[in-house]
């Protein structure tokens, strides 16, 4: 099973900046669709950003313009660049890889990393 690691998280100040990674036990394939989702508490999970082999990118409105998403295959790793952060931010953030392959059937399968905390306050 793929093994998901975040790190990057901590405390920053509203308007502050934060680098997020999350590294892969083994290769990511160009089929995968890499993406971080974030949840606060009392809260449902919900998606951020996922981003597809070639750069095809999918944001939540709520932090479009200001988070960034990019994988790089060969560091089998996917960031995310979160500038102008707002309090609304504070979560945890969970890394995503979902895989479609064929294993007697089409199979989609969904591995999480044990997230990072955001916290944005002053």
């Known amino acids: 099973q793929v093994q998901l690691v975040e790190s990057g998280g901590g405390l920053v100040q509203p308007g502050g900046s934060l680098r997020l990674s999350c590294a892969a036990s083994?290769?990511?394939?160009?089929?995968?669709?890499m993406g971080w989702y974030r949840q606060a508490p009392g809260k449902q999970r919900e998606l951020v950003s996922t981003?597809?082999?070639?750069?095809?990118?999918n944001v939540a409105d709520s932090v479009k313009g200001r988070f960034t998403i990019s994988r790089d295959n060969a560091k089998n790793t996917v960031y995310l660049q979160m500038n102008n952060l707002k309090p609304e931010d504070t979560a945890v953030y969970y890394c995503?890889?979902?895989?479609?392959?064929?294993?007697?059937?089409?199979?989609?399968?969904?591995?999480w990393g044990q997230g990072t905390q955001v916290t944005v306050s002053s």
């Open positions: 981003i597809a082999n070639g750069d095809n990118t």
């Open positions: 083994e290769s990511i394939l160009s089929i995968d669709v």
């Open positions: 995503n890889l979902h895989r479609r392959l064929w294993i007697g059937a089409i199979r989609e399968l969904d591995y």
